[in-house]
């Protein structure tokens, strides 16, 4: 039975693995997909989504462009890492369709349209476009399913400040509203994410296969390899947000009570345990060589 979704990204390396994965597995019906300015700006993150769903041979998911910022702050360039085109230079073709606007107007749409909980939202980039549907159409967000989001770190280190992780320091303020608004919310931080981790031999697992989404997916990563510098692997953070929704089984989540750190200083962004915080359920345990081999099935069927 598969599940609804709409995926709220900004490809980005890792956002693009994940969507070929949404698109490969039968556990999703990827009903649009919704972009946000982060690892690069809107236009070029609305243009990836076009030209991975070309990829993918299907142009027939709408595309809808939303935050081409944060709600109050200025926003990251990640170029050292994505490459100047986002998708750290891996030929793709271009988008087969004319991208729409409006992302948070088109989600409180599709949510008032569809059956209350039917409809889950897989979010890999900042979280403006989920604030600003809390924030402007609360009795939409109130129908959402499941929404599952890559972001934050909680004994982790960050990848931003000591303790912040880049979607939710791109965009405190957002975090700040979808942590503490009931949202049916699973956080999954760096502190699983950095467990899922793609090795070059990997790479020559996907590469054997022949299958388009599995070589475009180890070119990815690939580029990933060149633009980080240091260790034999590198972490597969988008990706683990749908291996979560299609197999819950293989993490283990805790209750936190969390704040955000909505400051000007080098932590901005960062999840702060405090007991007078929204009880968030976060991802805190994986079993990573079960969802490689899930991404790997399902890239290479
Ligand atoms: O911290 C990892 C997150 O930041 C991922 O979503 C990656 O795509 C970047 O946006
Ligand atoms: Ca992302």
Same mark, same amino acid.
């Given at each position: 039975?598969?599940?609804?979704?709409? @995926?709220? %990204?900004? &490809?980005?390396i890792?956002?693009?693995v994940?969507i070929?994965? +949404?698109?490969?597995?039968?556990?999703f019906?990827v009903?649009? @997909?919704t %972009?946000?300015?982060?690892?690069?700006?809107?236009? %070029?993150?609305?243009?990836n989504?076009?030209?991975?769903?070309? $990829?993918a041979?299907?142009p027939?998911? &709408?595309?809808?462009a =939303?935050?081409?910022?944060?709600?109050?702050?200025?926003?990251?360039?990640?170029?050292? @890492?994505?490459?100047?085109?986002g998708? =750290?230079?891996?030929s793709? &073709?271009?988008?087969?369709?004319?991208?729409?606007? *409006?992302?948070?107007?088109?989600?409180?749409e599709?949510?008032l349209?569809?059956?209350?909980?039917?409809?889950?939202i897989?979010?890999?980039g900042?979280l403006?476009?989920?604030?600003?549907?809390?924030?402007?159409?609360?009795?939409?967000?109130g129908?959402?399913?499941?929404?599952i989001?890559? *972001?934050g770190?909680?004994?982790?280190?960050?990848n931003?400040?000591?303790h912040?992780?880049?979607?939710?320091?791109?965009?405190?303020?957002a975090?700040?509203?979808?942590?503490?608004?009931?949202?049916p919310?699973?956080?999954?931080?760096l502190d699983v994410?950095?467990? !899922?981790?793609?090795?070059?031999? /990997?790479?020559?697992?996907?590469?054997?296969?022949?299958?388009?989404? +599995?070589?475009?997916?180890?070119? $990815?990563?690939?580029? /990933?390899?060149?633009?980080?510098?240091g260790?034999?692997?590198?972490? #597969?953070?988008?990706?683990?947000?749908?291996l979560y +929704?299609?197999r819950?089984d293989?993490?283990?989540?805790?209750g936190?009570? #969390?704040?955000?750190? !909505?400051?000007?200083g080098?932590?901005a =962004?960062?999840?702060?345990?405090?007991?007078?915080?929204?009880t968030v359920?976060?991802?805190?345990?994986?079993?990573?060589?079960?969802?490689?081999d #899930?991404l790997?099935?399902? $890239?290479?069927?």
């Amino acid at each position: 039975m598969s599940r609804k979704v709409v @995926i709220d %990204t900004d &490809p980005g390396i890792d956002d693009a693995v994940a969507i070929l994965f +949404a698109l490969a597995s039968p556990a999703f019906e990827v009903i649009g @997909i919704t %972009t946000v300015a982060g690892n690069i700006g809107l236009t %070029t993150v609305t243009r990836n989504a076009g030209r991975i769903l070309a $990829l993918a041979g299907r142009p027939d998911i &709408p595309v809808i462009a =939303g935050a081409a910022a944060p709600m109050s702050r200025k926003g990251f360039d990640t170029t050292e @890492i994505h490459g100047d085109d986002g998708l =750290g230079g891996v030929s793709f &073709p271009e988008p087969l369709a004319a991208p729409l606007g *409006g992302a948070v107007e088109w989600l409180a749409e599709t949510l008032l349209r569809h059956p209350f909980g039917s409809v889950d939202i897989l979010a890999l980039g900042p979280l403006t476009n989920i604030a600003r549907l809390v924030r402007g159409h609360p009795a939409a967000a109130g129908r959402i399913g499941r929404i599952i989001a890559m *972001g934050g770190a909680i004994d982790e280190r960050g990848n931003i400040g000591p303790h912040s992780e880049f979607n939710l320091a791109a965009d405190p303020e957002a975090a700040d509203i979808v942590i503490r608004a009931g949202l049916p919310l699973v956080l999954i931080p760096l502190d699983v994410t950095r467990k !899922v981790r793609a090795t070059r031999d /990997y790479l020559a697992l996907l590469r054997a296969s022949g299958v388009p989404s +599995a070589l475009v997916s180890a070119d $990815l990563i690939d580029a /990933y390899f060149q633009s980080t510098t240091g260790g034999e692997s590198r972490p #597969l953070h988008d990706p683990c947000v749908m291996l979560y +929704a299609e197999r819950p089984d293989l993490f283990g989540v805790d209750g936190i009570a #969390l704040t955000v750190d !909505v400051g000007d200083g080098v932590d901005a =962004g960062a999840l702060v345990r405090d007991g007078a915080g929204a009880t968030v359920t976060v991802a805190m345990r994986v079993e990573a060589a079960a969802v490689l081999d #899930l991404l790997a099935a399902r $890239l290479t069927a």
